[in-house]
């Protein structure tokens, strides 16, 4: 698991867009993107400087992994996983990120943001097909139940997330039921599901080099 000791706001101007790491305040006003969309720092407006086709790659490939999380290690090995499958290499990358524990539970709209999600799963408060699971990174299926555990139904940091949740929408790949806090993963996201705005195919290319 990927600990953020950054502040996030700040990992959002520096690769220039809305990585949504803060969770609600990304949606709103608040949001530090709209006002400076450049990189932090006294000279961030001076110092933009035009990329080489290697720095827009490793960019491109920052900005995904910090968006999911994951250390550059765990990384690589989506990555190789991502080549050994047939398919499309960058939409079976994108696939392996997003069927994550972790990022299905934000998904689901249990958690408001994906680093939230990955605390809620490492304290044991998600089952998975009844079972208790703290591995953020656990590869979820189709016809996995994901549900949050019954003592942790109380706990008001997932309710309100629960009851915020109908602003961001539910993926068409998932299906949950928000009295129960309960869903169900029915197929495996296609790349017209996944709203992540990065070029996942230039990315390949970072690691075909």
């Given at each position: 698991m990927a600990s953020q000791k950054k502040p996030v706001c700040r990992i959002c101007r520096r690769e220039g867009s809305k990585l949504f790491l803060k969770g609600d305040k990304c949606f709103?006003?608040?949001?530090?993107?709209?006002?400076?969309?450049?990189?932090?720092?006294?000279?961030?407006?001076?110092?933009q400087k035009?990329?080489?086709?290697?720095?827009?790659?490793?960019?491109?490939?920052?900005k995904l992994r910090r968006i999911y999380g994951v250390r550059e290690r765990q990384f690589r090995n989506y990555m190789a996983e991502a080549l050994r499958r047939r398919g499309v290499t960058g939409e079976n990358l994108l696939q392996l990120l997003e069927m994550r524990l972790d990022n299905v539970v934000y998904?689901?709209?249990?958690?408001?943001?994906?680093?939230?999600?990955?605390?809620?799963?490492?304290?044991?408060?998600?089952?998975?097909?009844?079972?208790?699971?703290?591995?953020?990174?656990?590869?979820?299926?189709?016809?996995?139940?994901?549900?949050?555990?019954?003592?942790?139904?109380?706990?008001?940091?997932?309710?309100?997330?629960?009851?915020?949740?109908?602003?961001?929408?539910?993926?068409?790949?998932?299906?949950?039921?928000?009295?129960?806090?309960?869903?169900?993963i029915v197929s495996v996201p296609l790349r017209d599901d996944i709203d992540t705005d990065v070029r996942e195919s230039i990315i390949v290319e970072f690691y075909s080099r």
């Open positions: 709103s006003r608040k949001c530090i993107v709209e006002k400076r969309a450049y990189p932090p720092g006294m000279h961030g407006q001076l110092r035009k990329l080489s086709n290697y720095g827009i790659q490793l960019r491109e490939k920052q998904r689901m709209g249990i958690a408001s943001s994906r680093s939230q999600a990955r605390q809620f799963v490492s304290h044991g408060l998600i089952l998975v097909n009844g079972r208790r699971v703290n591995i953020p990174s656990y590869q979820t299926k189709i016809g996995d139940t994901i549900e949050v555990a019954e003592l942790a139904k109380s706990i008001s940091t997932i309710q309100n997330a629960v009851e915020g949740s109908s602003s961001r929408g539910i993926p068409s790949w998932l299906q949950f039921d928000a009295n129960l806090m309960k869903g169900v």
